[in-house]
């Protein structure tokens, strides 16, 4: 795979620690996102969840945890192929959010990833930007299907808060004072989490069930069965 074809640049050095890793920290990092899921996965099974192996619980896990590997990837070689698939692996994961929140039907779903796969193909410098719009719109309109003064609303928000917070640092690494595209990973992978928990405890599940489900609020929030 040939080097440093994306034109996406970041503020960290090249090469700093190995000739074969063009960003070290930035590749790194990105597996949090890898590892939060398969942390999440274990903790519902460790605690006998009864819905740890839904089909829409692992796919929501299996979507976030592949922004690891395709980000590292990305920023090992700064390949514009490589830069292709990391996109790709987050369209996937904020299109398949939204279609479970909204109920997206399966006909307008696969248009909407072919229209955002063909932009991030065609036109990479815009790719980044849509991203954060259809996180903004996932985030933003989902939460009007939340009560207020709720443990889910709350999440959320803490959700949003370390996403904001992400988008900072993420807008910084351009200023490029220090490399701070290592903590965007890391915060909003956390942030990420947060939806996660909530869509799984509110969006996925009928009434009946969803009821029976709890977010315990610490610093990490955690799912339960009552």
Same mark, same amino acid.
Not at 64 to 73: A, C, R
Not at 111 to 140: D, E
């Given at each position: ?5 994306? /034109?996406?640049?970041?503020?960290? /050095?090249?090469?700093? =620690?190995?000739? =074969? ?6 590749? #790194? ?34 979507? #976030? ?70 996180? =903004? ?52 992978? #956390? ?29 990490? /929030? ?5």
């Amino acid at each position: 795979m040939e080097y440093l074809t994306s /034109p996406m640049k970041w503020c960290e /050095p090249l090469y700093q =620690y190995s000739e =074969y890793i063009a960003e070290f920290w930035n590749s #790194f990092s990105s597996l949090f996102f890898t590892m939060v899921s398969i942390l999440t996965y274990y903790d519902m099974k460790n605690r006998k969840l009864t819905f740890y192996n839904n089909k829409i619980v692992i796919n929501l896990l299996t979507l #976030f945890s592949l922004i690891g590997p395709t980000s590292f990837l990305f920023h090992c070689t700064l390949n514009f192929y490589a830069q292709f698939l990391d996109e790709l692996s987050v369209l996937l994961f904020l299109l398949y959010c939204t279609k479970n929140v909204h109920k997206i039907r399966n006909l307008n779903y696969i248009i909407y990833n072919i229209l955002l796969f063909s932009i991030s193909w065609f036109y990479p410098y815009l790719s980044p930007f849509f991203h954060i719009s259809i996180a =903004y719109f996932l985030i933003t309109y989902s939460i009007k299907k939340l009560k207020k003064e709720t443990i889910s609303y709350e999440i959320w928000c803490k959700g949003i808060n370390y996403g904001l917070f992400s988008v900072l640092l993420w807008i910084l690494d351009f200023v490029c004072i220090i490399n701070t595209h290592l903590w965007w990973h890391i915060f909003v992978s #956390f942030s990420g989490y947060h939806f996660i928990l909530v869509i799984i405890k509110e969006f996925i599940f009928e009434d009946d069930r969803k009821n029976n489900i709890k977010i315990i609020n610490n610093f990490i /929030p955690y799912l339960i069965e009552k």
